[in-house]
C-alpha cells in the first residue's frame, strides 16, 4: 500500500484521510493526542518554536469537539472531510505532497 493513498489517481478522500490520520497518530493508539501534535509540529519545523503550543491549542479547540484530550478519528474525518484546503494544507505540511513525493522517486 505506501503511498497509495496520496499517490494513487483513484485514491479517494476517505484513502487520504485514513492515510494522514495514521501518519499524526503516531503511537498507532487510534487517536492523536496533544503530545503527538507537539511532536509532529517541531518535526515539520515549519513554526517557530514559541508558536507551537499556540498552534496546538488551536488545534485541539477546533478538532476535539468532545473535549476529551485527543482527536478521534471520526473528528478528524468531519473537520477534514469537510475542509479541502486545510486538507491540502496539512497534507503539504507533514512533507506528504504528490510532487515532493515524486521528485524523491
Not at 503516531?26 to 519545523?45: A, C, K, N, T
Not at 473528528?75 to 513525493?101: D, I, K, M, W
Request: contains cysteine; charged residues 25%.
Amino acid at each position: 500500500e505506501g503511498l497509495a493513498p496520496l499517490v494513487a489517481a483513484d485514491a479517494t478522500l476517505h484513502d487520504r484521510l485514513c492515510f494522514l490520520f495514521d501518519a499524526c497518530d503516531l503511537d498507532g493508539s487510534g487517536y492523536i493526542s496533544r503530545d503527538e501534535l507537539f511532536v509532529l509540529l517541531h518535526q515539520i519545523d515549519v513554526l517557530p518554536p514559541e508558536f507551537i503550543e499556540p498552534a496546538v491549542d488551536m488545534t485541539m479547540d477546533q478538532l476535539d469537539k468532545d473535549g476529551d484530550g485527543v482527536i478521534s478519528w471520526v473528528e478528524f474525518e468531519t473537520h477534514y472531510g469537510a475542509r479541502p484546503a486545510a486538507l491540502h494544507r496539512l497534507t503539504e505540511q507533514l512533507g506528504l505532497s504528490v510532487n515532493r513525493l515524486t521528485a524523491r522517486l
